[in-house]
């Protein structure tokens, strides 16, 4: 397995590839994806749109880079594509897909989801319904360069800005860890005490805007008083929620903005009500290092054995934070990897599991982590 430069690919050096993983640029041609199943017609392409370019060993760069899986890798996955357009219930038409997957699939289920923003905790119920909550969930949220809608996903000749692709791993070589990206916990604590979706109405029986507010020391105070979008640095302090079987923190709920009238505050994720929250705070340069601190909390996971590739995740509400840095996260995950060759995307979430954690949620502000144990 390698990292391949899809911007000029050498496809005469393949050997016969089964997977394909992408990372690209809104710029992506699908005109690539036909090219090269021309020449390869069994290789299965599975790829996400990105915010503004993709971590390498070599720095952050736009284009297209994927991971190859060749047939020597021993790496079998399987993926569907399910189109959300028009789909009234979004749990119930992922968990009926997966049936298809439920009666030949033994033991514990691998998944990686790339799912549409919005979405990510009813696909994440669909699975649970369809695998009786056994299936270990991971993936992204595909980014664009804006914040704006059109983020996509596709798989193989078919690309998606309303829909999912899922991918099983059939391989016990994938070993996957979530963290939060460079937040400490603050003494400003609380229970939600009303709640809808991604929407807190109020925290501690008070309107949520003016809790955030005085967490936050009134630094949004212009934005949450005119009921507005609040700016990027909001993201350095995001809400976390707390999880009695979480040993390593909880997950992270990114405030992006706030309703003047209810004075209620709107997430990226679900906090539910009745939930334990906590304010956290992280800083550019906190931020920049945690992708180090990460990567190498993952590889103690693997202690002893040889990690072949890797893929990395990273929150792009953190990237737009950094942005003028992110050459340096490359530089920082490279150190901590070492020769083990890497490529990452920039995601508007992330999903997964904590460490030694046994249930799969949505978050933000997180890095997530797949190591690729050699045969």
Not at 20 to 25: D, M
Not at 317 to 335: K, P, R, T, Y
Request: proline letters at 3%; a negative charge.
């Amino acid at each position: 397995m390698r990292i391949v430069n899809l911007n000029r690919p050498d496809l005469d050096a393949w050997r016969a590839p089964v997977t394909l993983i992408v990372y690209t640029t809104q710029a992506f041609s699908q005109e690539l994806v036909c090219s090269v199943r021309s020449r390869f017609p069994d290789l299965n392409i599975i790829g996400i749109s990105s915010f503004h370019g993709m971590l390498l060993a070599d720095g952050f760069k736009r284009g297209s880079y994927g991971v190859l899986f060749e047939r020597e890798d021993g790496i079998v996955s399987r993926s569907m594509a399910i189109d959300f357009n028009g789909v009234a219930n979004v749990r119930e038409t992922v968990s009926n897909a997966m049936q298809e997957w439920v009666n030949d699939t033994q033991g514990v289920p691998l998944l990686f989801i790339h799912s549409p923003q919005g979405l990510e905790e009813r696909i994440i119920e669909g699975i649970n319904d369809a695998f009786s909550g056994t299936a270990q969930i991971f993936g992204a949220t595909p980014a664009n360069d804006s914040f704006l809608p059109n983020a996509f996903c596709f798989l193989n000749e078919t690309c998606l800005t309303s829909g999912v692709v899922i991918t099983q791993l059939f391989e016990e070589r994938i070993v996957c860890t979530i963290t939060c990206g460079g937040y400490l916990p603050t003494l400003k604590k609380g229970i939600v005490t009303s709640a809808q979706g991604r929407v807190i109405r109020t925290i501690n029986d008070r309107p949520a805007a003016d809790v955030y507010n005085e967490w936050t020391d009134g630094m949004f105070e212009a934005y949450i008083h005119r009921g507005c979008v609040l700016p990027r640095s909001a993201g350095l302090y995001p809400i976390c929620r707390e999880y009695e079987d979480a040993r390593n923190g909880g997950w992270l709920s990114h405030v992006y903005s706030a309703d003047r009238q209810e004075k209620a505050i709107h997430l990226y994720s679900e906090v539910p009500q009745g939930s334990h929250i906590q304010l956290m705070r992280g800083t550019e340069s906190s931020i920049v290092t945690h992708v180090s601190t990460a990567i190498k909390k993952a590889l103690a996971q693997v202690e002893n054995k040889r990690v072949a590739a890797a893929l990395i995740m990273y929150c792009a509400g953190c990237g737009s934070i950094i942005s003028d840095s992110m050459n340096l996260v490359c530089e920082q995950a490279a150190q901590a990897f070492g020769d083990i060759p890497f490529l990452g995307c920039m995601t508007y979430g992330e999903q997964g599991c904590l460490f030694q954690e046994k249930h799969y949620y949505h978050g933000n502000m997180m890095i997530e982590i797949v190591l690729i144990l050699a045969r």
